[in-house]
């Protein structure tokens, strides 16, 4: 998310999600931490959205249950929205603006117009907001694609704007670390189109949904090879009917089958169109895959085509996906040697080309892991921009631009947050830190019963293994443990100590000690300490 702030106006740009890397236990989504705004919720004007992928748009219902805005979009990405906000049960009524080409938005000191560009989804848009001081241009994701499929980019009012004068420049760092230009969607349509005819079984192809050009190529091939499709996934679902509504997905009569059809229609008049393309756990072919999809199983002769890449963090459960198709007797096809997928993102020469047309005052390479930004940097530098005038900026870090000069501020109070099962946790690494040493190392519960008058132990303690060793292979280890524990605690009845807390702390002292000697292992020790003043009542068995 990214905010241009003059005076008492802000304009935010974008508000989407992130998904956790593998060792945030238990995290779904990472959305980006708002209490900058919070303090300051009437000088937001509005936020405009560039596109409709959830890096994007993930973070919107999450924006609005706080704060409220009008929210500018191409119409797919607002109802991508829309869709979003009913998911989440958002019932308030959002001032939504679909996007126009050549409209301009104002406010009392800032205005905010678009050009097109060229992305994997359509109604893709450049942002740019004129300020007292030149134009800021937010490029969103894109790519230059002279054969695109769909609406062309508008490299027109681009050149324009490099003529005017660019202030700064925000530019998609994706694909920064990749030569060359981006494979065009057109070679990509006519490679799924070839590929479709050498066929002879039934074609499984998995996509992202929201490739509505990809899914329309798919379609094509479909009607060009006298084959059928059959949608599957819910995402896709969504995207086939809300893409057909806005005119970006032409059908056919007669081209989508339902469920009950695949049974008959011989295979090779079969497409399964289908969710799963980075092997998400409950997607479509991910299900088909593992054997528990209820109605389509695999057969010897079937094709499956990932026209996608795997984003890094999804590579081995897309292999795992693969593995498993082909097991079952599925040829797969995936990678870059069929020329099935291109990235939506503009590789060097696709960046250089965005820089010497707009020929910006200072540059901001954005979107991208840290190594990407620094790739797009040096590019920058490359084709011409003075290295004290490029800006690689921190999550927080603002950049404060005077009439004459720029300058990194300090940072502002910013970071992520975590969704964990729809609700926001502040970022808190320890929350972190502990479920990942529960995931590895297990738990230990002890247990004991305390006399609070004489401070002796009346049971106990008794030590519970989850998750931590295999306890029938652990019985004199733990047995050790245990006597070892309650030698340590003998010291605490000594002195009379009847404050649990520091029973907790020796008991979580003396454990851990003993089994990181033991196992070089740390698992999480969980005290449960009953104080009871009448010892009579406890039978100790
Ligand atoms: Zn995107
Ligand atoms: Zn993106």
Redesign the pocket.
Known sequence: MYGIEYKNEIILIDA?LKFPDAHMNGVDYIIPDIRYLLDKPQQIKALFLT?G?E??IGAVPYLLKHLSFPIYGGALTIDLVKAKLEEHKLTNSVDFHIIQDHERVSFQHLSVHFFRTIHSIPDAFGIVVDTPYGSIVHTG?FKFDMTPEGKTADLHKMMQLGEKGVLALLS?S?NSEREGQSLSEHTVGKSVLELIQQCEGRVLFATFASNVHRLQQVIHAASECNRRILILGRSMEKIFSIGQELGHLHIPQGMLMDMKEIHTTPHHQVIILCTGSQGEPNAALTRIAAGSHRHVQIFPGDTVVFSSSPIPGNIIQVNRSIDMLMRSGAAVLYGAEYDIHTSG?GSREDLKLMIRTMRPKYFIPI?GEYRMLVSHQKLAEQVGIPSNRIYVLNIGEPLLITKYHARKGRNLPSGSSFVIRGKVESHEPELIDERNRLAKDGVLIVALVLNNETCQMIAGPDLISRGFVYVRDANELMKTAESHLKSALYGLEQKKEARCEIWEHKISEVLQNFFYSQLQRTPVIFSSIHSVSHPTQVKDD
């Open positions: 989407g596109h992928h890096d994007h994701d998609d994706t993102h979107h």
